[in-house]
């Protein structure tokens, strides 16, 4: 620390002290005046988000309002939007996506933060966090040219004769499916249930454990009945965090769902997201109700993940008492 | 609920062995991706790729120059726009900020980053391609620089508020006035998670596509100046992916390739600077 140079000027001759202090008062209020407009451009810029997306979906609010939602005609020919078939794509894909994704990430949450010794732990979170890091379009693209043909050739063919009954697993399977869109998503969840999980898991106070440890539970005893229980807020928490995430999931979601809106009991079916319709047509769009229509499905999308990351954030915070960083 | 011995420590290895199974997918997952770009994209690449305009339609070859030059363009643009207002916000956070005002501001930075990016893309679109009347390299840096403010902000409070209060303590009792305390001890401390933490916000954004869409566009030449479209990788990816040509679809996984290598490289980078510590002797 020595070589940090604490400025001390030499002493100033005393009748320009007072002077010399005036212009630090100056620096002084400078220098919050700077930082304290960077602070409050966060609000600002989160503000006029919020207003361009309602302001620009003005003409699609005052034709369709509410019932937006609930249609599902989409035809940009006849100037009819509704939102259905995406929202249902959004939530489905979702939801399915975490089902599959939550159980591995809390599982792998678990032994990084309790199981695991702690250098195995920090070199596989390391290469957890580089998986973080990985971008959406090159899931796509794997999604497109691996995931696509391999559910196609070797799996689903084999659940086809035992489930195909349902009416999940039913009809036709080109590859591009929700299915295909859910476990791509799924897969880029994983690891930030796991980093959050992990942060939680961690932030379960010391002695908890020890007096477990100490009464003769075994290791998972202690994480099943005592650390567990004290983080669930927090994992609940995460989890609402990477719900969020893959509700506004664009490309690797676009890339491998089919893009076909409409309302299919079957996950092998086509579908659509909010996202994905955004990224495919709003560069194309003739007519400002089109465009309109498709910056509301954007204020939804806004709307929606605001909330939900907004819930998450106060339930992590309540666990760990501060923000856990994502 | 009483376990004998014995059954305890079945269940407690089988937990054991089923969560090291989920970590192991996740990691096999990683090597997986890498494995996959490596042996496709690898494949694929050649120098006319780093050098060579992609080939008109129809034809074979060509490369992806103007793509790496435009991702750098708008990068550059975003880190200009970003970093300055997220440093600055997270220097507000850690060192001026009230228990309320830090509060609502950190939440909604936590807000901010949470926003999907195509709802940043068509907002930016709004702002500044519907207004200018045209889509252009600017357009796709305020977009990239918007996403990378909240990270910004939030490493940068963290990083100044891992400095030890005593050497505020000690530069102020010195007679430095408060911001010669941030800008010369404080911040110097915190500098190589900052950078760290910038590296990070940087490989974050290089890979985004969705708000480049409509901003950046894409453009099969050079682009020419800040106020044109331009071509970028994640953008490039996309579309010779999803496009109908095997030899587009040998230039994306390429593509894919360069882009992971480049995100992954910084990612390790900083990473390991951080694991170092984080406090740097000012030279």
Known sequence: MSSIPISSKRALPRGR??????????????????????????????????????????????????????????????????????IYGTVVTSILALIIAIPLGLGAAIFLAEMAPARISNALTFLIELLAAVPSVVYGLLGIFILVPFLRDSVVPKIKPALGNLPIFNGPFY?????????????????????????????????????????????????????????????????????????????AVTMVIGNTPQIKASLLAPGYTIAAVIANEFGETSGDLYRSALIQLGLVLFGVTFVINGVARILILTTSGKGAHS | MRQSTLG??????????????????????????????????????SISFFTQLPAPVGETGGGMANAILGSGKVLLLATAIGIPVGFLGGVYLSEYSQHTSAFVIRYVTDLLNGVPSIVIGIVVYGLVVARMGHYSTFAGGVALGIMMIPISVRST?????????????????????????????????????IISGTMLDLARVAGETAPLL???????????????????????IYNYATGPYDDWHRQAWAAGFV?????????????????????????
């Open chain 2, 8 to 45: 305890k420590k079945v269940v407690n290895y089988t937990m054991f062995a089923l969560t090291g199974a989920c970590v192991i997918f996740a990691v096999g997952v990683l090597f997986f991706i890498l494995g996959y770009l490596v042996y496709n994209g690898g494949k694929s690449l």
């Open chain 1, 17 to 86: 002290a007072r002077s010399f202090y005036g212009r630090l008062r100056a620096g002084e209020e400078l220098a919050y005046a700077i930082a304290a407009t960077a602070g409050a451009s966060i609000l600002v810029i989160t503000g006029l988000i919020l207003f361009e997306l309602y302001a620009q979906s003005d003409l699609s609010r005052a034709k369709f309002g509410w019932r937006f939602l609930i249609t599902s005609v989409w035809d940009p020919v006849a100037g009819q939007f509704g939102a259905l078939p995406f």
């Open chain 2, 157 to 193: 409070d963290e990083f100044l508020h891992a400095v030890p209060q005593s050497l505020r303590e000690a530069s102020l009792a010195l007679g430095a006035p408060k911001w010669k305390t941030i800008v010369r001890v404080v911040i110097p401390a915190a500098m190589r998670g």
């Open chain 1, 175 to 251: 590859g591009v499916s929700v299915f295909s869109a859910s476990v791509v998503l799924s897969i880029m969840i994983v690891p930030f249930i796991i980093s959050v999980s992990r942060e939680v898991l961690l932030a379960v106070a010391r002695d908890q454990r020890e007096a477990s440890l100490a009464l003769g539970a075994s290791q998972w005893q202690t994480v099943w009945r005592v650390v567990l229980p004290n983080a669930s807020t927090g994992i609940v928490g995460s989890i609402f965090l990477s719900l969020a995430r893959a509700l506004g999931e664009t490309m």
């Open chain 2, 259 to 283: 882009l992971l290598t480049l995100v992954l490289l910084i990612n390790v980078t900083a990473r390991l600077a951080l694991s170092r510590g984080t406090y740097v002797p000012r030279g």
């Open chain 2, 214 to 236: 409509f901003t950046a566009l894409g453009n099969q030449f050079w682009s020419s100046g800040w106020n044109a479209p331009t071509a970028t990788l994640p953008v490039m």
